[in-house]
């Protein structure tokens, strides 16, 4: 009989200690998490046609500088970590995955030098194209703000694959001279190096949500080649030296599940003490990216008694993200109620950011018939600015995951100043015999605007102290559209008239990341229902 006592111990010891009773952050854990990635390339070089007509005429194509790629995507992982009082450290296995990044940039050239009129009628389009399928692991120290939430820091490596395509074209316009075409194409595959942050909220003993921001830089893929192309009267050199340094920024949320059972990770009981009553002021500092969407549309007009005449129209739409990344920072004051687990605050809000100036020069192709064939070869310069300075009202309704973390939204509005220009040059020839009409034309439109622009997003609050809060936030902004149109007249070399219509449609937003501290008047500890 005490055998049978001693062996039933045995069994209920072993039962009991596949429960994993253990503290949060300990033990093995797995999940998931879903959210946007933006691919981030900073890309330098030129291509250099050169045309060789009597005497050598020099033209260089600049590439534009930033390209940004938003994208989404998933996350898998499998982890280990171990606790230490307040202190923590994790090692991460993952792989992840998002839709395929696709984007292109174009370059552009004007008229080049010469003894002859002799312009050039040459672009680049680079095209970067990537697959997001990647594997790696990390590693994740981490601190304990309360029991049941968890700041860490990812330091980790994985390896990426992406592909660089180039093409470049040049042809003279006024000599018979066959066009010069240049394909260009670049592997990048290798570990990279990833970095980044987090935020881990337990809601049950064994499920907690998480937030992550990832960046992941992938290092250099270089671009080089030169070709040639001769015809009656000259011949023309192409030559394409260019090198992309890419990067991945990413910011996900997700949930995880830990198998041991954690004494310190419960549902959050009923609050029976208000942390977030009361009058409030802070601050924060993050970055962001403004995304600008924009079409165009231009006519060509070229007055003419001539016979077969046709005007010609083109519909513009450059790369459909221009993005760039600014520093910003916030100071704010707010109200706020707790009932139990709802919470509903409203907060006023001053803005300053870096100049948010974006700039974008896309080609433009137009063709006219008159007799002969009439080439209109131009660069529309569209700049959208947003003020630095905003300010605004926010309501925020919430949840408390627990008495000291409390998830919420936020809607509301900010008046914002934003002045858009377009500045178009257009130059047109006849490429073949006399008569030669040509003609250049410089169409420039603006318009400013101050309104209200809408604001929505999503934060988390965690209690530090009895007066003292850390938050962190992501921010949408949209600041609606502006559109820009006119005409612009003038005459060719023979006095035809001749004119441009042109109208260029922008529409921009913001995405922004913050983490800041703010100070209750009323202290969390004693103030009850």
Known sequence: MRKLGKLKTLTLLLFSSLNFTCFAGDGV???????????QGNLSGATLPTLNFGVNSYLPIQLQNTLLSPTCGGWLYLGYGARWQVWS??????????????????????????????????????????????????LCPGFYLSPLTRLYARFGTCFGQSTLNSFSTSQAVNIVTNPATLDLSSNLNKWAFRFGGGWEQYITRKISLRADYVGTHYGTVSLSGNTSSTGAGGFITLVNN??????????????????????????????????????YYGGTAGGFFTETKQSGQFQNNLGNT????????????????????????????????QWKRFFLGSEIFAQASQNQKIQQQTPVKLDVIIDQSILDQ??????????????????????????????????????????????????????????????????????????????????????ISRHLRLR??????????????????????????????????????????????????????????
Not at 244 to 272: M, W
Not at 319 to 334: A, E, I, N, V, W
Not at 427 to 435: K, L, R, S, V
């Open 89 to 138: 450290l994790a090692l991460e296995g993952f792989i992840q995955n998002s839709t395929p990044s696709f984007q292109n940039f174009n370059g552009n050239g004007g008229e080049s030098n010469g003894t002859f009129f002799s312009p050039i009628n040459a672009y680049t389009i680079t095209d970067l194209s990537s697959e997001w399928l990647q594997y790696g692991v990390d």
């Open 306 to 337: 001539g016979t077969g005449f046709t005007p010609s129209q083109i519909t513009v739409t450059p790369p459909p993200f221009l993005m760039k990344q600014f520093y910003q920072g916030s100071l704010y004051t707010g109200f706020g109620k």
């Open 472 to 529: 962190g936030d992501y921010t949408f902004t949209n600041y609606g559209f502006i559109n820009l149109s006119g005409n612009k007249a003038g005459t060719t070399n023979l006095g035809a008239p001749t004119s441009i219509n042109g109208s260029m449609l922008s529409r921009f937003n913001d995405h922004a990341l913050s983490l800041g501290l703010c100070y209750y008047f009323t202290p969390g500890k004693g103030t009850r229902h």
């Open 242 to 279: 260019s090198s992309l340094q890419l990067s991945n920024h990413a910011v996900l949320l997700g949930a995880v599940y830990h198998p041991c059972s954690a004494k310190k990770a419960t549902l959050a009981p009923k609050c029976s003490v208000c942390m977030y009553n009361g009058l």
């Open 378 to 463: 131009s660069v529309v310069t569209t700049t959208v600015e947003i003020a630095p300075l905003q300010y605004g009202i926010d309501v925020r309704p919430g949840w408390l995951l627990s008495p000291q973390a409390l998830l919420y939204a936020r809607a509301g509005t900010s008046l914002a100043t934003i002045t858009a220009t377009s500045n178009t040059n257009f130059f047109g020839f006849d490429q073949h015999d006399p008569p030669n009409y040509t003609y250049s034309l410089q169409q420039n439109l603006s318009k400013r605007l101050s309104g209200c622009s809408l604001r929505l997003g999503v934060g988390l609050e965690q209690v």
């Open 29 to 39: 854990y797995f999940g998931g998490s879903f959210g946007g990635n933006m691919a």
